[in-house]
């Protein structure tokens, strides 16, 4: 069973900069996509990055330029660089894994392709 578990968030003022990070255990191997995703407050769950085992990355047209999707080397924590923060990134920010050919990690930006979730880490940016 994979698990997941985000740190890092908190409140800055727009045009800050923020690092969030994301351990994961319980791989049975490094076949896996790994994603960011954000939740504001009334809206729905959407993709902000994903990074395929091959290394090779995604990111949402609202972040790109601005944030980082990466992983240690050891692929036990996942990280998100965010910069240039603005109002609207204001979320819920979670990660998530699902096994997965790199491949399918290039379209998998809906939440409901991802089984294994962590608790979510708030951040808030303000103007």
């Known amino acids: 069973q994979v698990q997941l578990s985000e740190s890092g968030g908190g409140s800055v003022q727009a045009g800050g900069s923020l690092r969030l990070s994301c351990v994961v255990s319980?791989?049975?191997?490094?076949?896996?996509?790994l994603g960011w995703f954000h939740q504001a407050p009334g809206k729905g769950r959407d993709g902000v990055a994903r990074?395929?085992?091959?290394?090779?990355?995604s990111y949402a047209d609202s972040v790109k330029g601005r944030f980082t999707i990466s992983q240690d080397n050891a692929r036990n924590t996942l990280y998100l660089e965010m910069n240039s923060l603005k109002p609207e990134d204001t979320a819920m920010y979670y990660c998530?894994?699902?096994?997965?050919?790199?491949?399918?990690?290039?379209?998998?930006?809906?939440?409901?392709?991802?089984?294994?979730w962590g608790q979510g880490t708030q951040v808030t940016v303000s103007s």
């Open positions: 990074l395929a085992s091959d290394g090779s990355t």
């Open positions: 998530a894994a699902v096994p997965s050919t790199p491949r399918y990690c290039v379209n998998a930006n809906n939440h409901e392709q991802y089984p294994f």
């Open positions: 319980g791989y049975a191997d490094n076949n896996y996509c």
